[in-house]
């Protein structure tokens, strides 16, 4: 399948794949360090059931990073354009890691336009921490990183994959993904390794990881800064899935997205990761039909 390309009302091009038909929209919001490409497994499964569209987020893939991100709802805004330039009215949502984050903000602010969400190993509605190291290396739980440039520096989460991009190193990369997120199923090798040249393609890291961590839609503080209380306009009804085998996303964290929203449901994918797209893709799928059908 071959990428579109559309230009955003804000100048950035963006790539992203599209599966035609006259079902209802479905938009599938990838997460860091991937693609549109990585929903792959995904789309196979679900092209007869939706029209989907599956979108390079700005810095990733092969869209275009004109203007630096400096939060996570500059993607939700993105996704608005998106659909404004494609003259799509409502739709579905689908956010993977990063992805769900950028979905509760979407359907937070854009609630006309969100019809249901599913959150898959999503980040929290109150980020995603990135703790200082102390001199082993261990995060020193509640002390945060002041800056962007303080956080680039740090030598466990965030600098080496910096470096890893920067350098075209594929070979840290790879190591990443199998320590945190193929950690039960590694895809069959031209798969893998159209997902990791996927990945090398991010310009965005620091940026990214900051907004994740001051990324806040609660009524309170979250470390780095106080909430905006944005959760509470997420009325549409959520799914979020979760694998009991994710390293990267803890179950603690889905539990307070769940808790903080009107009408959610949890589901467990047992041994299942951080990529049940990979790990667990057809009964993803399945509950995913289910829960939009």
Request: proline residues 4%; negative net charge; hydrophobic residues 35%.
């Amino acid at each position: 399948m071959d990428k579109k390309k559309i230009i955003l009302s804000n100048k950035e091009e963006y790539y992203y794949l599209e599966v035609e038909n006259d079902k209802q929209p479905l938009i599938l919001i990838h997460g860091n360090m991937s693609s549109s490409i990585h929903y792959m497994p995904l789309i196979d499964r679900l092209k007869d059931d939706f029209h989907i569209y599956a979108m390079d987020l700005r810095g990733f893939g092969d869209s275009s990073y004109k203007q630096p991100i400096e939060t996570l709802e500059d993607f939700a805004d993105d996704v608005k354009l998106f659909m404004d330039a494609l003259n799509i009215e409502k739709a579905d949502m689908a956010g993977w890691s990063t992805g769900g984050a950028i979905a509760l903000k979407f359907a937070a602010k854009y609630p006309k336009q969100t019809n249901k969400l599913v959150l898959i190993e999503s980040a929290s509605y109150r980020g995603y921490p990135i703790f200082k190291k102390d001199e082993n290396h261990q995060p020193i739980i509640g002390e945060y990183y002041t800056s962007k440039e303080e956080l680039a520096q740090d030598l466990v989460q965030v600098l080496p994959m910096k470096l890893a991009f920067e350098q075209k190193d594929s070979t840290t990369v790879k190591s990443v993904w199998e320590a945190l997120i193929y950690t039960d199923h590694i895809p069959e090798i031209d798969t893998y390794n159209k997902n990791i040249d996927e990945t090398m393609k991010q310009r965005n890291l620091v940026d990214v990881d900051y907004a994740l961590t001051t990324f806040n839609m609660s009524n309170f503080s979250n470390g780095m800064n106080n909430g905006d209380g944005s959760i509470t306009k997420v009325t549409q009804p959520v799914l979020s899935i979760w694998g009991d085998q994710d390293k990267v996303v803890l179950e603690y964290m889905i539990d307070e997205t769940v808790e903080a929203l009107k009408d959610a449901k949890k589901v467990v994918l047992n041994d299942s990761g951080h990529s049940p797209l990979t790990d667990k893709p057809d009964e993803l799928a399945d509950i995913i039909r289910n829960f939009l059908s």
